[in-house]
């Protein structure tokens, strides 16, 4: 049971301005207007900017047939205000990444839309397909243990809502994926997203009484089948952890054991 | 072996810029700053304030870009595992990490006529 609600302040003015204009108003079609009002704000202002990138960030405050649309509208702003678009990206990325440390589903809507979110600004160029892979990576590996009888308080064995958010992601902007170095990026990216996947399936927590949600089985299916039709998917844990090896021996002949490990996690931390 | 035939393929930049996590929630751009100062040469600092919407885990954090590689070591020897205090004196222990997206805000500024 959540706590009695705290007695809110009373929010000034300007923040209900902007948190009215940006998560309420818009929509594709008043967009223009709203960018206006968004670049008459005093930027100057510290307080002002700060709630405005906040809102800005908050792709999972608006509806769904908005989001583009406030995405737009944020990449158009950055042209003007150039802070905006590494502050919104960085609110994001932090948001995930509390996402992954504390994995409790009270969120997993929110964070639905969060990731879409993130997809929608990279198709607007707020960030790289480099930038997306960081995430993607992070969802699989980020406090995962790789084996079962090490179960990860993070990543803990019922809690699937990592493939989904992959495939939430992907669905957004995968589709872009489609040539030079961002195509071979997905393309090893599914091998480790596959891998990670029979990982989870394959979990003996899982059993006849209590089976894998079909769900989240049908998601990914449908999620790989898109972005690659003709690809032929792995059927067990094991040949997951094949293709890994192989990609390792082809891919990374002259990287040690370090390397490679740094490499999969695509892991910038410097505490571990 | 297959190298670099992506001509895309850019020469990995230094990651320079890095994020100071888990501050106190309450604490002010001011204070941070006192508590740090001086920071070492850098071209870009953003502090940010928690949303508050997310439950349990609402802590400000900081941004700052680098201008010398060195220079992070030296902070996050110092800042990584760090004690920040609230007002209320509890105690908040920074992490220091490199910020998984490196962009910054480009240094030519437009002046918006509106």
Same mark, same amino acid.
């Given at each position: 049971p959540e706590a009695p609600a705290q007695p809110k302040e009373e929010e000034a003015p300007m923040h209900q301005f902007i948190r009215k204009i940006l998560h309420e108003d818009l929509q594709k079609t008043n967009e223009e207007k709203i960018l206006r009002l968004?670049?008459?704000?005093?930027?100057?202002?510290? &307080?002002?900017?700060?709630?405005?990138? /906040?809102?800005?960030?908050?792709?999972?405050? @608006?509806?769904? $047939?908005?989001r583009r649309a406030l995405a737009r509208l944020t990449a158009e702003l950055s042209a003007?205000?150039?802070?905006?678009?590494?502050?919104?990206?960085?609110?994001?990325?932090?948001?995930i990444?509390?996402?992954?440390?504390?994995?409790h589903p009270?969120?997993?809507?929110?964070?639905?839309?969060?990731?879409?979110?993130?997809? &929608?600004?990279?198709?607007?160029?707020? /960030?790289?397909?480099?930038?997306?892979?960081? @995430?993607?990576? $992070?969802?699989?590996?980020?406090?995962?243990?790789?084996?079962?009888s090490n179960v990860s308080a993070l990543d803990p064995p019922e809690n699937v809502f990592r493939i989904r958010l992959v495939c939430a992601l992907?669905?957004?902007?995968?589709?872009?994926?489609?040539s030079g170095s961002s195509k071979k990026r997905l393309d090893y990216f599914l091998v480790f997203f596959q891998n990670y996947y029979w990982f989870?399936?394959?979990?003996?927590?899982?059993?006849?009484?209590?089976k894998f949600p079909i769900y989240v089985k049908y998601i990914y299916q449908e999620c790989l089948s898109t972005l690659r039709p003709k690809l032929t998917l792995f059927e067990s844990w094991q040949?997951?952890?094949?293709?890994?090896?192989?990609?390792?021996?082809?891919?990374?002949?002259?990287?040690g054991e370090e390397d490679y490990e740094n490499e999969e996690q695509g892991e910038d931390s410097m505490v571990d | 072996v297959n190298k670099n035939k992506d001509k895309k393929a850019k020469p990995q930049r230094p990651l320079t810029k890095i994020i100071l996590r888990r501050l106190p929630a309450t604490m002010t751009e001011e204070a941070f700053l006192e508590q740090v100062s001086p920071i070492p040469e850098h071209d870009y600092f953003y502090?940010?304030?928690?949303?508050?919407?997310?439950?349990?885990?609402?802590?400000?954090r900081a941004y700052i870009n680098f201008v010398n590689v060195d220079d992070i070591y030296l902070f996050r020897d110092k800042f990584d595992g760090y004690v920040f205090l609230d007002e209320k004196g509890l105690e908040y222990v920074g992490i220091v990490e490199y910020a998984p997206f490196q962009r910054i805000p480009k240094k030519k500024k437009k002046k918006d006529p509106k």
């Open positions: 968004m670049r008459k704000l005093n930027w100057e202002d510290t &307080e002002v900017s700060t709630v405005a990138i /906040l809102h800005l960030a908050g792709g999972w405050r @608006v509806r769904a $047939s908005a003007w205000q150039e802070v905006v678009a590494p502050a919104v990206v960085d609110t994001i990325m932090e948001e990444r509390l996402t992954l440390e504390d994995p009270r969120y997993n809507q929110r964070r639905i839309a969060t990731v879409r979110y993130l997809g &929608e600004l990279y198709n607007y160029k707020l /960030l790289d397909s480099r930038d997306v892979f960081t @995430v993607l990576y $992070s969802f699989i590996t980020f406090g995962v243990s790789n084996d079962h992907l669905e957004t902007c995968g589709a872009y994926f489609n989870k399936y394959s979990d003996p927590y899982w059993t006849e009484e209590n040949q997951g952890k094949d293709a890994i090896e192989e990609l390792r021996q082809t891919l990374y002949p002259e990287l | 502090f940010a304030k928690p949303d508050t919407s997310l439950g349990n885990n609402i802590y400000s």
